[in-house]
């Protein structure tokens, strides 16, 4: 696939193709080379937000200081055009104003925690509440909404981008100062590698992961309902009416959740299952089978047919939630100008299990002091 992916851009290049972003952005032949910055706007309080543009093995991307947003990433397609298939806006002010976590990296906690209520070694713990009664993807000013000190890096073939912010202690009703280190690489093949770290100075809960909304058709070209998908997962957590687990591991065998083998994201999406009700669509934690691993495995597959392209996703970490865009409502207008109705685009977010500092049988996501967070996933593209 390595050799493949570099023939077809080689060959787009090799033959003038000026590979043109939908955002506008027209660059000839891949390249590499340390990551640029440029200023892409001012928060309220005039902190200033910068914008990075990193680009290695045929894969481009630009990353905001602010929430560590993946603002666009262009990838080509079976005959080498590249097109953005991250969901995003134009502006800071868009972003700050309302955004459904477009590209953003979450934290503390990715996804819901009961009444945003937990108790940690006795002690009982109110955090932000921010989704109904629950407390979603940590609070009301999560990391999404955080500036991030940001440094560039070319290791060997890589380039990259450290990403570091520190939550203090009783930030958003969590305890403990979490120290976070997230990097993002590009690696000589395209992949996007993010690697997760965190440490802490009191016990504390975690669990981070980023939120980039697919569309590998190109982002704002329309519904990821004929997109492919492959969840390597026997079993998911089937939630209550406030997209809560219950505890319960379910199979997926017989239902509209069964993705073992490659099915389009919106052949059952129309079935009258009750999970499928509660969440308006899949937004569920898939149990992926090979459970928690030392290193990153292959878990996830997503294939847009009519571009051909391709993401595989591999972590280490246990779940995957997929959220099949459905709370987008046709009232945000997208980098290049057009609204995201439901189901534009989708979100496949690895992680520890929803709500799990209140399920003692998930595995657990406490961090203490001395011990050093650590997950990986790998996004790998094609055509
Ligand atoms: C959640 C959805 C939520 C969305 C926010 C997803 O991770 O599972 O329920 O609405 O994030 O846009």
Same mark, same amino acid.
């Given at each position: 696939m390595e050799l493949n992916r570099r023939t077809v851009i080689a060959g787009a290049a090799a033959a003038g193709v000026a590979a043109t972003a939908l955002g506008g952005t027209a660059y000839a032949a891949p390249g590499r080379g340390r990551p640029a910055r440029t200023l892409f706007g001012r928060l309220a309080d005039g902190t200033k937000v910068h914008s990075w543009a990193l680009e290695n093995g045929g894969t481009r991307m630009e990353v905001l200081s602010y929430g560590g947003i993946v603002r666009s990433l262009e990838i080509p397609d079976r005959r080498g055009r590249y097109t953005n298939v991250s969901l995003g806006f134009g502006t800071l002010e868009e972003y700050v104003a309302s955004s459904p976590y477009?590209?953003?990296?979450?934290? &503390?906690?990715?996804?819901?925690?009961?009444?945003? &209520?937990?108790?940690?070694?006795?002690?009982?713990?109110?955090? %932000?509440?921010?989704?109904?009664?629950?407390?979603?993807?940590?609070?009301?000013?999560?990391?999404?909404?955080?500036?991030?000190?940001?440094?560039?890096?070319?290791?060997?073939?890589?380039?990259g981008l450290h990403l570091y912010y520190t939550s203090v202690d009783g930030e958003m009703g969590y305890p403990g100062t979490l120290r976070t280190k997230v990097t993002y690489t590009l690696t000589r093949d395209g992949d996007w590698r993010v690697d997760y770290e965190a440490t802490t100075d009191r016990a504390t809960v975690v669990n981070l992961t980023s939120h980039v909304y697919w569309n590998l058709a190109g982002e704002g070209?329309? %519904?990821?309902?004929?997109?492919?998908?492959?969840?390597d997962a026997s079993r998911y957590t089937p939630v209550d009416a406030g997209l809560i687990p219950t505890g319960e591991l379910a199979r997926v065998a017989a239902t509209p959740f069964d993705f073992r083998r490659a099915k389009p994201v919106g052949r059952d999406i129309r079935t009258a299952h009750q999970q499928v009700l509660y969440g308006q669509g899949f937004d569920h934690n898939w149990v992926l089978d090979k459970g928690i691993t030392a290193r990153p495995e292959h878990v996830a597959?997503?294939?847009?047919? %009519?571009?051909g392209r391709t993401l595989r996703i591999a972590t280490n970490e246990p779940g995957l939630q997929f959220y099949s865009g459905n709370f987008l409502d046709g009232t945000l207008v997208g980098t290049s100008g057009r609204v995201y109705r439901q189901g534009d685009g989708l979100c496949l977010e690895t992680q520890h299990f929803p709500d799990s500092p209140n399920q003692p049988s998930f595995p657990s996501t406490v961090l203490r002091p001395g011990r050093t967070y650590r997950t990986t996933t790998v996004h790998s593209f094609g055509a």
């Open positions: 477009f590209g953003a990296l979450i934290g &503390r906690y990715g996804n819901r925690i009961d009444k945003g &209520r937990f108790t940690l070694d006795g002690t009982a713990y109110q955090l %932000s509440v921010n989704d109904g009664e629950n407390t979603l993807h940590g609070g009301a000013q999560g990391f999404d909404k955080r500036v991030w000190d940001v440094e560039p890096f070319t290791r060997g073939s890589d380039v070209s329309g %519904s990821i309902h004929d997109h492919e998908l492959t969840v597959t997503l294939r847009d047919p %009519s571009s």
